[in-house]
């Protein structure tokens, strides 16, 4: 050990750097592999649908899902792998310094000589973008053509692009009708002093987005927005519509029709109760913060790093320093240990978030109507419901649903 030690020191400082940067590189990637590894086996072994879930899961849907689940899990493992050993040999065989002379070459010819580095650094980000789209095309034509398509799965992509950005550029904002919902809402907002201005639906509908209900605005003047499908009487809206606004008449009347399962009262009130935890524990605001010293520090780290030549030449390049490299050495690079880090961080922070957020309900008296409520609103977007847990940890800043329930079961029995 000691003798080993002795060697690393005696490598000039851009060999070290190489060398960490390779390394942590490859502990990264089997740390990852070993998580997928433990996951696949939960796949494997879990056979039957939990009993929390029986009432909303059948077990033809859990086990569609499970084999699609598995069979991904595999298939990132062999393109995981590949796309490790290429980053490996790319860096090993000077692959970027390569790439940039050849930039240079182009840019050269098309009558750019080097002093226009901004043009070589395009050229060059137009190679590499080329390049990984080749190499990463036949992993991405084998996942949408012989695995989704096997499991019936295809066209998701599209599904969410259009459900997450496209639809809820159309949502449209109606104020809460005056009724029993609207009061028990401003009671509760009031009790925790919430400064609650206005409360609004939003049709929601064609979202397939995990958001149910949100808050936002600045200081005293804060508006609750509640998306349709979480609320069961929503088609009150029906008999009461909206002044002056006859056309939406036979809009909401075909709604009636295929109206969607949504949540009683009190449990739309258990969601609001956790949101609203949200905002009195002041995790929003340590959120921002948060993000703001990342990037306050990061932009600090790289003024000073960017002068540093031996980053430089620890990836080939002995007698150009252009920026554009260097942004990619630093960013992607020397970063990736502190950015592993930070990541897992905010991970366990937003979990942390969201089951005190969850106790915040809890303390308003709410765990069994937030219990029930988040059975119902996860029964469409389940996808496979079980998790190993260091899996689990170190991936999902968002609580799968068993924990959450398994944490309020806990609560209610305390
Ligand atoms: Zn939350």
Not at 123 to 137: I, R, Y
Not at 158 to 163: G, H, K, R, S
Not at 365 to 387: C, E, Q, R, T
């Amino acid at each position: 050990m000691a003798l080993s030690g002795e060697l690393w020191a005696e490598l000039p400082a851009e060999r070290r750097i190489f060398c960490s940067v390779l390394l942590f590189s490859w502990a990264v990637y089997l740390w990852e592999a070993f998580l997928a590894h433990r996951q696949r086996r939960v796949y494997r072994t879990t056979t039957h649908v939990p009993q929390e879930l029986g009432q909303i899961m059948d077990s033809e849907t859990f086990e569609k899902s499970r084999l699609y689940q598995l069979d991904k899990s595999t298939f990132s493992f062999w393109s995981g792998l590949y796309s490790e050993i290429e980053g490996t040999m790319i860096l090993l065989c000077g692959g970027i310094p390569f790439l940039w002379k050849l930039s240079g070459q182009i840019s050269g010819h098309a009558g750019f000589g080097q002093e226009y580095e901004i043009v070589q650094s395009l050229v060059f980000l137009l190679l590499a973008t080329l390049f990984s789209a080749m190499t990463g095309l036949p992993w991405s034509l084998y996942n949408t053509f012989v695995i989704e398509e096997k499991h019936g799965f295809n066209q998701q992509v599209l599904v969410t692009i259009y459900a997450d950005y496209i639809a809820p550029l159309f949502d449209k904002f109606i104020p809460l009708p005056e009724g029993e919902l609207k009061q028990q809402i401003e009671t509760m907002a009031k009790s925790i002093d919430f400064p609650l201005t206005k409360v609004y639906v939003v049709e929601g509908s064609k979202r397939s987005s995990h958001s149910n209900a949100y808050f936002y605005g600045f200081f005293k003047n804060k508006r609750i927005v509640l998306f349709d499908t979480l609320l069961e009487d929503y088609s009150a809206l029906n008999k009461e519509p909206a002044e002056g606004e006859d056309g939406e008449n036979e809009e909401t009347k075909s709604k009636t029709k295929n109206k969607k399962q949504g949540c009683k009262n009190e449990e739309v009130l258990a969601v609001l109760g956790h949101e609203l935890g949200h905002w009195k524990l002041g995790h929003t605001v340590k959120n921002i913060i948060i993000s703001q010293m990342n990037s306050f520090l990061c932009f600090f780290l790289f003024a000073v790093l960017i002068g540093r030549k031996e980053l430089f030449t620890a990836f080939g390049f002995y007698d150009t320093q252009p920026t554009l490299i260097g942004l990619m050495i630093i960013f992607q690079f020397i970063f990736s240990p502190y950015n592993e880090v930070l990541s897992f961080c905010l991970t366990v922070l937003s979990r942390r978030f969201e089951f005190q957020a969850d106790a915040f309900a809890k303390e308003l008296g709410k765990a069994k109507d937030l219990y029930s409520a988040l059975i119902k609103l996860n029964k469409d977007n389940l996808g496979f419901p079980v998790s190993d847990w260091i899996f689990s940890m170190w991936h999902y800043s968002h609580p799968p649903l068993l924990e959450r329930l398994q944490a309020l079961k806990d609560a209610k029995q305390e």
